[in-house]
């Protein structure tokens, strides 16, 4: 039986923080990388050129509106030349144990699974803080919180395609059940974790993190959980990088620590409300 060839898909806009960080993650426990750009106005594409890799297939498709979006989506999908797509977003970084337990399961048993579940920190204010897990409000099937599909397996899902729009985008099979749905349910929860950076700020400044489809409703102001002493951070933030990229230890700023200390009680009142 032939090792499944393993493919990550990220889209970005605007991702400067924290693109090179994710790309580097994953970039040695795959076999090909698809980086598509949708029309970055700060340094994101520049970042992504300069790692230096015969993995990353780059591409500037010029600015993408929220209505094109499931296309591109779809068209990156049909390019694809492999068993399983990984889904990467810019702001997501990995562990490296995490990395190799999903990589290592699928090249093992993932013949016999349509998907893998993963669970995530959710950062907020900075890469030392998260949100509670009952601020994660996704189920697929019984895992629920902050939990995702990151991992397909497009060779076993016949007709597997994109659609709704942006922000509600789901992956389907050929009879339109979305492949969370699918009976019998054969996705697999991997109990590491990575850090997703949606609510913080992820191009150089705040104007061009705003020019980004939806981002405005993404930013959020919320204290958090600290990570505790001994958390160990994904070892790519500990890596030489380009002068270009940014340092991921910036801490939160006195600003927004005002904001979101007035912010955060009304957060936790409407959480248990709809708990």
Request: aromatic content about 12%; hydrophobic content about 40%.
């Amino acid at each position: 039986m032939s090792v499944p060839k393993i493919v990550t898909h990220t889209i970005i806009r605007n991702e400067q923080r924290f693109v090179w960080y994710a790309l580097m993650s994953m970039l040695d426990y795959v076999d090909e990388m698809l980086v598509w750009d949708t029309g970055s106005t700060d340094r994101t594409p520049e970042i992504v050129e300069s790692i230096d890799s015969p993995k990353i297939k780059f591409r500037r498709l010029g600015k993408v509106t929220a209505d094109e979006f499931t296309t591109v989506s779809q068209q990156m999908l049909e390019k694809t030349v492999g068993d399983w797509v990984i889904n990467l977003d810019g702001d997501e970084i990995w562990p490296w144990s995490a990395v190799r337990q999903m990589t290592d399961l699928i090249r093992r048993q993932g013949n016999s699974l349509d998907f893998l579940v993963h669970k995530y920190f959710n950062l907020i204010g900075d890469i030392f803080h998260h949100q509670p897990e009952s601020a994660g409000k996704y189920r697929i099937g019984p895992f629920s919180g902050h939990v995702t599909i990151r991992a397909v397996n497009r060779s076993r899902i016949s007709g597997l395609h994109y659609d709704r729009p942006h922000m509600q985008r789901g992956l389907f099979d050929g009879n339109g059940v979305l492949i969370q749905e699918r009976t019998p349910f054969l996705g697999q929860l991997l109990p590491g974790r990575y850090l997703h950076a949606t609510h913080l700020r992820r191009s150089e400044n705040a104007a061009r993190d705003l020019s980004v489809i939806k981002r405005a409703v993404k930013y959020k102001f919320e204290l958090g959980i600290p990570f505790p002493d001994d958390f160990i951070f994904p070892e790519v933030f500990f890596l030489p990088r380009p002068s270009l990229v940014a340092s991921p230890w910036q801490r939160r700023s006195v600003i927004y620590l005002m904001n979101a200390s007035w912010q955060t009680p009304l957060k936790l009142f409407k959480r248990r409300l709809s708990a």
